[in-house]
């Protein structure tokens, strides 16, 4: 039979989970029952998506990589290697906490680099950009880049990952695709 979708043979996946056109499932990877995986996605080696995730199209997720129940990517999320979600606040291993996994979104376009940490619970804005090894304990704004222990505001990135730099009238070109940005209010928008 022929599936709409590429699989590694070493790929695990679970009956009752739904996987879009195109989309590619590489080693030792399990896709659990229950998650739904959009179309054109590249889902690494060694990742483990749990019942409940939602991934958009155009998600490239790399290599060890967990997404635990309660984790919604939207269309074109990079999850870089090796970076971690949580879904619980407080976990203990002798206390049951499944009833209160809290949600994490990760909105159109966010990158998300190596080894960097989401705690559950927050949400990661459109084309924002979490610097490797970032620890994330509260909501990412839009095109916001974030770095460190926990994760700071470092600044502001294009759709196409380049850092902007705004000028006194708060108006920002991106060097690669011309896009203009307005910086206002400490929020980015960009401008049609």
Known sequence: MNQPYYAHESAIIDSGSVIGDGTKIWH????M????????????????????VILGNNVKVQNNVSIYTGVICEDDVFLGPSMVFTNVINPRSAVARKDQYKPTV???GASIGA?????????????SFIGAGAVVTKD?????????????????????????KFNDEGIAVCPESNE??????????KLA
């Open 28 to 31: 030792f990877t399990h896709i």
């Open 33 to 52: 029952s229950g998650c739904t995986i959009g179309a054109c996605c590249n889902i690494g080696q060694n990742v483990v998506v749990s019942p409940g």
């Open 106 to 108: 990760v909105e159109k």
């Open 115 to 127: 080894n960097a940490t989401i705690v559950c619970g927050n949400r990661i804005g459109r084309y």
């Open 140 to 164: 990412v704004a839009p095109y916001e880049l974030v770095v460190g222990n926990p994760a700071r505001h470092a600044g502001w990135m294009s759709e196409f990952g380049h850092r902007l």
């Open 180 to 189: 203009k940005y307005k910086l206002e209010k400490n929020q980015v928008t």
